[in-house]
């Protein structure tokens, strides 16, 4: 109700209806928490460029929430969605998710602009088109995250995934800390490559549902 109150006079939903540096409510509560303490702090993260992992793999992959697809119910079932140069590039029917890499960290891999990629860790590994581009941190890449189709290119075997699903490449270790739920998508480190094994074509999802579709009708 307070909130809600100091929102409708323009005020900040905090005890002082202010922008606070240091937390009253959080110094009240929990003046000692480690992970989320009543002033902002920076904490390296468990798998970035100061990890030992940083070692095997290079690049940071950050995965925000999809521009242009929400979640996987539109891309795996309208097409059109893939008509969009930054969501999606079909090559041979299979739509590839776009990841977006610096022309630096590109041009050391030999990557470039439409190549089909292989990026992976010690999770797993999946197939892209990479988009090399200025617009981000050079030793970062970006691959919109939580509408990958998981298509694996050996249906029914733990092979590479031809959709672009980077929830194969991310941790499922949940944010530290006894009051902070949440999961840690961007603390990802990653490699990538040109993928110079033959492609295969299509997808096996929709051969499936219009084999369905054909029989319902």
């Given at each position: 109700m307070v909130?809600?109150?100091c929102m409708a006079e323009g005020k900040l939903g905090t005890r002082t209806g202010k922008i606070?540096?240091?937390?009253e409510l959080l110094e009240?509560?929990?003046?000692?928490?480690?992970?989320r303490g009543p002033m902002a702090f920076y904490k390296p993260s468990r798998e970035g460029h100061?990890?030992?992992?940083?070692?095997?793999?290079?690049?940071?992959l950050i995965t925000p929430h999809p521009r242009f697809g929400?979640?996987?119910?539109?891309?795996?079932?309208?097409?059109?969605?893939?008509?969009?140069?930054?969501?999606?590039?079909?090559?041979?029917?299979?739509?590839?998710?776009?990841?977006?890499i610096h022309p630096r960290r590109a041009a050391e891999r030999g990557i470039h602009d439409r190549d089909i990629v292989r990026?992976?860790?010690?999770?797993?590994?999946i197939l892209c088109m990479a988009k090399v581009t200025n617009r981000l941190?050079?030793?970062?890449?970006?691959?919109?995250?939580?509408?990958?189709?998981?298509?694996?290119?050996?249906?029914?075997?733990n092979s590479i995934?031809?959709?672009?699903?980077?929830?194969?490449?991310?941790?499922?270790?949940?944010?530290?800390?006894?009051?902070?739920?949440?999961?840690?998508?961007?603390?990802?480190?990653?490699?990538?490559?040109?993928?110079k094994q033959p492609l295969k074509p299509g997808m096996v999802l929709n051969e499936l549902l219009e084999k369905a579709n054909g029989e319902v009708k």
């Open positions: 909130r809600d109150e606070e540096f240091v937390s009240e509560k929990e003046p000692n928490d480690p992970v100061c990890s030992p992992l940083y070692e095997k793999y290079k690049l940071q929400f979640h996987t119910q539109y891309d795996q079932h309208n097409k059109w969605l893939w008509e969009v140069p930054e969501h999606r590039q079909v090559v041979d029917g299979m739509p590839y998710a776009i990841i977006r990026v992976w860790n010690d999770r797993g590994e941190e050079e030793h970062t890449v970006h691959l919109y995250g939580s509408s990958g189709m998981y298509e694996p290119a050996e249906p029914g075997k995934d031809k959709g672009g699903c980077a929830n194969i490449l991310t941790s499922p270790d949940m944010i530290e800390g006894r009051h902070i739920p949440g999961m840690t998508p961007n603390s990802t480190l990653v490699e990538m490559e040109v993928y």
